[in-house]
């Protein structure tokens, strides 16, 4: 018999790194670096040459600098034609994997067929110096270049020979040894850390009016007309006017999302709908958005009256009619709201457009991302799998990515990043991908950049000043299930400027307070968010290098919103869960009132007489006795951050044919008897919904029929009730009333029917509109 494979391991783990080299005073490390392991490394910077000799027939030379350590080598950009070129490159070479002990700098002489050897400079390595910042940089100095023998040469060569770490200015700019493999400026580029940030995102308010003296080509007719408004690719139109005449009004708000540099005008054109399917422009109008007004409270902005521009053809020329039509309009740049890029469940930043509406920071969080370990292979090269991995990071307004580590499925990248934070209950995401534009991938078409995995970190679970240093698990759902790509190793430390600021975040509003004066419907806010996220994806993407848009799209949960069965199946339980406590806490009730245990539902009956003796006892009773169990669940709190759940998430057993509708494209592009099973298995699940939602409308209705009259004798009989229950309780105390019901409920089962009571059988009886359905 077979053996199960072990379950693949998921869970968190904290780990204890030598971080910042392990420099400790008190509990802060003195370090820039504090947050990541120290990597030690060889830089030498390359800045010029001087009086270089000729080395061809014309006299000149072409000079390039190699520079070589053991099996690395990196060779600078060549001059044509000079003897005194300046480079100013940087060589990183990872102290680990040195085994040489000598440098060698040889300044080359390119040639078509072999380059030439123009001179040398060799460094014993046991003489380098150490660098750590905050030391200036080290000065470059002037060598005199050797040949082969040792001899010196015509020549001199500028250059700097150190160790240093990667705090080191020099390292993101430097060409590494790692990166060997790569070759060409572009590719360089794609490999190098960088920090990128959102654009600024404004929402545009349209508000149309009314529009003058339109135009229309057939008089004779009354106009159905609406106004199309378009900026950039967001394209909306208003309603068709219901005065149909030439002078039309809608007063209509229109929304759109602006980012800045403003690239695109704002593009009106007001259409008269002349059949089905034709519309005829009776004006148009261009209005750049530079020049609109920004506003900042609920307060409106002017209207304004803005010319429509109409042409006609004549002799095949266009020309534009005068005495142009009119529209009225109020145009705003809505600087008071929170232009919603990102899911609202995860937000980053919550923080209105306008910075003059920003409040002081609470606090900074710093990220060390340290590194990776069990990556799996991504793709294959040479005929064997490698992963060439990057991390990015996103909080706020600021995207940072690492450096690329070629070839590794341990990579170590060590790298320190630093936010400003303006509200705790925000979320930090760290994304790993696998790098697939290397090696001139860019020109063959190039990959998409494929996920590894992404971690998510709500600051708000976080303790302030402690450093967490955890390994988390990168999971990725694939069509065919769950899969544990490797883990990720962070250290996160949240650091609180204000602990009373930082408070006080909690008795506000979680968006700016436009959202509640003027709020938007939830349609518009999914529509916004989907052109947000466009809008941040493509100008990431014109960076350079760029931040791709499966990257950002993966990073900001663009498809979150779609169907998804295993999703519908979390959600569910994840309501039952939050029902658990009250359904337990029923039947713990129902218990008492069956006497399971004598002596508690006699406790319980001595409670429930005191209370109603002494009322104002009540309240007290309820935050005492939530009070004690907070103060109980402390010993249990939790010490780490929360990670990826695939319990929750229900990923590590959903069917294999839920995954792939999840995974199936939008429209669909599976085949049609697929598709008609899934609707079938959708048909059943909304008919259970609906069943369940025909069952809550139907107890709606009993109540409300209590006094409709529908059923005239149980009305009858319910306001003869009603006029006995006011008198007796009028007559009598109300604490003999709570006495005497509470004594009923709690009452022995001897004393107790199988059969249900009086008023439930007659609020079962009562008519609900079920009958009237069709």
Not at 747 to 760: A, I, Q, T
């Amino acid at each position: 018999m077979m053996q199960r494979p072990p379950p693949e391991d998921f869970s968190l783990k904290e780990t204890r790194p030598h971080l910042g080299g392990g420099k400790v005073t008190g509990d802060k490390l003195t370090s820039t670096y504090d947050l990541v392991e120290q990597m030690q490394y060889l830089y030498v910077r390359v800045v010029k040459a001087k009086e270089l000799p000729g080395k061809d027939l014309t006299g000149s030379c072409d000079p390039y600098v190699e520079v070589k350590l053991g099996n690395y080598k990196g060779t600078t950009r060549h001059f044509e034609k000079k003897s005194n070129p300046e480079w100013n490159q940087v060589f990183a070479f990872s102290k680990d994997r040195i085994q040489a002990t000598f440098l060698e700098a040889t300044v080359k002489d390119k040639d078509v067929v072999k380059d030439d050897l123009i001179g040398r400079v060799v460094f014993d390595l046991n003489e380098v110096p150490k660098r750590v910042p905050p030391d200036s940089p080290l000065a470059p100095q002037w060598y005199r270049i050797e040949d082969r023998k040792g001899e010196k040469v015509k020549g001199e060569l500028m250059l700097a020979v150190w160790f240093g770490t990667q705090a080191d200015e020099a390292f993101p700019e430097a060409w590494h040894s790692d990166a060997a493999t790569v070759s060409g400026t572009d590719a360089l580029a794609n490999i190098r850390s960088k920090v990128y940030l959102s654009p600024k995102l404004w929402y545009l308010r349209v508000n149309v009016i009314e529009a003058q003296d339109l135009i229309p080509s057939d008089k004779g007719r009354y106009p159905e007309v609406y106004v199309k408004a378009i900026v950039g690719n967001q394209a909306l139109r208003t309603r068709v006017s219901q005065s149909r005449t030439i002078n039309p009004m809608w007063n209509e708000d229109l929304m759109f999302v602006a980012a800045e540099p403003f690239e695109e005008p704002l593009i009106l054109s007001v259409e008269d709908r002349v059949a089905p399917n034709k519309d005829e422009v009776l004006g148009r109008c261009a209005i750049p958005l530079q020049y609109l007004d920004k506003r900042f409270d609920h307060r409106p902005v002017n209207t304004k009256w803005f010319n429509l521009e109409k042409h006609i053809m004549v002799d095949g020329e266009k020309k534009e009619i005068k005495f142009a039509s009119k529209i009225h309009m109020r145009i705003c740049l809505e600087g008071g709201y929170h232009v919603l890029d990102e899911s609202t469940h995860y937000s980053s930043d919550l923080r209105p457009t306008a910075k003059q509406l920003w409040k002081p920071n609470i606090g900074v969080l710093e990220l060390g991302i340290l590194n990776a370990t069990g990556l799996m292979p991504m793709k294959a090269k040479d005929g064997r799998g490698t992963t060439d991995a990057y991390c990015v990071a996103k909080y706020g307004q600021k995207w940072i990515r690492t450096r690329t580590i070629i070839d590794s499925f341990t990579p170590r990248w060590n790298e320190q990043y630093t936010w400003e934070v303006f509200d705790p209950c925000t979320v930090v995401t760290v994304g790993v991908f696998d790098n697939c534009h290397l090696h001139g991938g860019e020109k063959n078409g190039g990959g998409k950049d494929s996920r590894i995995g992404k971690v998510r970190i709500r600051l708000s679970t976080l303790e302030t000043d402690r450093v967490y240093t955890h390994s988390y698990p990168l999971l990725v759902l694939h069509p065919n299930g769950v899969k544990k790509m490797g883990e990720i190793h962070l250290a996160v430390r949240f650091t609180c400027s204000s602990l009373l600021n930082m408070m006080h975040m909690y008795s506000l509003p979680l968006l700016p307070k436009m959202h509640y004066i003027h709020p938007l419907t939830v349609s518009q806010l999914d529509s916004l968010r989907h052109q947000a996220t466009q809008i941040v994806s493509m100008r990431l993407t014109r960076a350079e290098p760029p931040l791709r848009k499966e990257v950002v799209e993966y990073m900001l949960d663009v498809g979150s919103h779609m169907w998804s069965m295993r999703r519908s199946k979390a959600n569910f339980f994840r309501i039952m869960g939050v029902l658990s406590g009250l359904i337990a806490v029923g039947k713990w009730f129902e218990q008492i009132c069956n006497w399971k245990n004598p002596i508690t539902t006699v406790l319980i009956h001595l409670l429930f007489i005191i209370l109603v003796l002494y009322p104002e006892l009540i309240l007290p009773t309820i935050f005492l006795y939530l009070f004690l169990i907070g103060v109980w669940y402390y010993r249990w709190r939790p010490r780490h951050p929360p990670h990826m759940d695939t319990r929750l998430s229900h990923a590590d057993s959903a069917h294999p044919d839920e995954l792939d509708e999840e995974f199936d494209t939008f429209p669909t592009s599976r085949p049609s008897d697929i598709v008609r099973m899934r609707y079938d298995r959708l048909r059943s699940i909304a008919g259970r919904i609906q069943t369940v939602v025909g069952d809550l409308a139907t107890q709606g209705e009993r109540l409300q029929s209590l006094l409709s009259w529908r059923d005239p004798r149980a009305t009858a009989l319910f306001v003869l009730f009603c006029l006995i229950a006011a008198v007796v309780l009028y007559v009598t105390p109300f604490q003999v009333v709570a006495l005497l019901v509470g004594i009923y409920v709690l009452r022995h089962p001897r004393f107790r029917y199988r059969l249900p009571s009086v008023p439930l059988n007659f609020f079962r009886r009562l008519p609900a509109r079920t009958d009237c359905m069709l």
